[in-house]
């Protein structure tokens, strides 16, 4: 690991003042990503900024009926939130489904929707990575694809986010709250905040530098049966090759977004309505553009059946 220097921050403001005027320079919260990239010097930054003394570690209502989750709330906290819990239940599944207890009791909500991809050619500093060297390849394409995107990559970059939480807050359609360093605050629906590779794969959120996530807000509860449904190659600790986070309405409506399969949670909301009449099309119409690599064109029919599987559990339950 490389020398780094190392303050904490007093408000939100200065946290991002600070890593605006430091080049190089990196917020660090819980550490359950940042710190193993640093052993490996796939991040090298010369600046660390704490910004676990600033407050926004709680769970709060919001005022439009919806609820507010500070940017610092652990991942065990907030899966174990009776609100959450009773309201937005496909959330709290989703965390569960992640990581190991000892993770989750570390793991921020920020950190978990900024968490780097598990691409192994992005962790092998041997091979050409574009997230990780831009203009250097991509040594995926053409390589061991199975774990990775078959749809929504590019010519440059071809892996997946890891997150289970952020798949779930795609499909209650958070907003994600920011501060930057000038004082400027945003709200930036989740649908906007990751970002597709295309020429530029290191580029992967609606962040500008020095912008500092300050907490994720979730829409008034919306009812219905909500759940995950998470396949992958072991019980536990390990990232999904598909997963389903589903709401389902007593109509048959259906709100749906896929993790592990695209380099940001995958949601295609004009498909949704088909699922209810036609599960077929509308699976025609989510996955519309696919590109899967000869060892991951699995993915798509363990897709569609996860999602076949998952709404006929959720009109059981209803």
């Known amino acids: 690991?490389?020398?780094?220097?190392?303050?904490?921050?007093?408000?939100?403001?200065?946290?991002?003042?600070?890593?605006?005027?430091?080049?190089?320079?990196?917020?660090?919260?819980?550490?359950?990503?940042?710190?193993?990239?640093?052993?490996?010097?796939?991040?090298?930054?010369?600046?660390?900024?704490?910004?676990?003394?600033?407050?926004?570690?709680?769970?709060?209502?919001?005022?439009?009926?919806g609820l507010r989750i500070g940017a610092l709330v652990r991942n065990t906290d907030l899966a174990a939130d009776a609100r959450v819990r009773r309201d937005y239940g496909v959330l709290s599944r989703a965390l569960l489904a992640g990581a190991s207890g000892q993770l989750r009791n570390k793991a921020t909500t920020a950190g978990n929707l900024l968490q780097r991809t598990r691409c192994p050619y992005f962790y092998d500093t041997a091979q050409p990575c574009n997230k990780r060297q831009p203009g250097s390849g991509c040594s995926a394409i053409g390589g061991v694809a199975r774990q990775l995107a078959v749809i929504g990559g590019s010519q440059a970059c071809i892996a997946t986010h890891p997150s289970d939480m952020a798949v779930a807050m795609r499909?209650?359609?958070?907003?994600?709250?920011?501060?930057?360093?000038?004082?400027e605050r945003r709200r930036i629906p989740i649908a906007d905040f990751h970002r597709l590779p295309g020429s530029t794969p290191e580029v992967e959120t609606a962040l500008k530098p020095g912008?500092?996530?300050?907490?994720?807000?979730?829409?008034?509860?919306?009812?219905?049966?909500?759940?995950?449904?998470?396949?992958?190659?072991?019980?536990?600790?390990?990232?999904?090759?598909?997963?389903?986070?589903?709401?389902?309405?007593?109509?048959?409506?259906?709100?749906?977004?896929?993790?592990?399969?695209?380099?940001?949670?995958?949601?295609?909301?004009?498909?949704?309505?088909?699922?209810?009449?036609?599960?077929?099309?509308?699976?025609?119409?989510?996955?519309?553009?696919?590109?899967?690599?000869?060892?991951?064109?699995?993915?798509?029919?363990l897709a569609e059946r996860t999602l076949s599987a998952t709404l006929a559990d959720a009109k059981a339950r209803a």
């Open 1 to 65: 690991m490389k020398a780094f220097s190392y303050e904490r921050a007093a408000t939100p403001e200065a946290a991002a003042a600070a890593v605006a005027q430091r080049p190089g320079a990196k917020f660090i919260a819980g550490g359950t990503n940042l710190l193993d990239l640093m052993k490996l010097q796939i991040e090298t930054p010369a600046h660390l900024v704490d910004v676990n003394a600033l407050g926004l570690d709680r769970i709060e209502p919001a005022a439009d009926g």
């Open 171 to 183: 499909a209650l359609d958070a907003t994600v709250e920011t501060v930057h360093a000038s004082g």
């Open 211 to 301: 912008e500092l996530i300050t907490g994720v807000t979730l829409p008034p509860p919306v009812g219905g049966v909500q759940l995950y449904r998470k396949v992958r190659d072991r019980a536990s600790y390990a990232f999904a090759l598909v997963s389903v986070a589903a709401i389902v309405q007593r109509d048959g409506r259906a709100r749906v977004a896929f993790g592990g399969l695209a380099p940001k949670p995958w949601r295609v909301e004009a498909a949704e309505p088909a699922l209810a009449t036609d599960l077929r099309a509308g699976t025609a119409s989510l996955f519309a553009g696919a590109r899967p690599a000869p060892d991951n064109a699995f993915k798509l029919t």
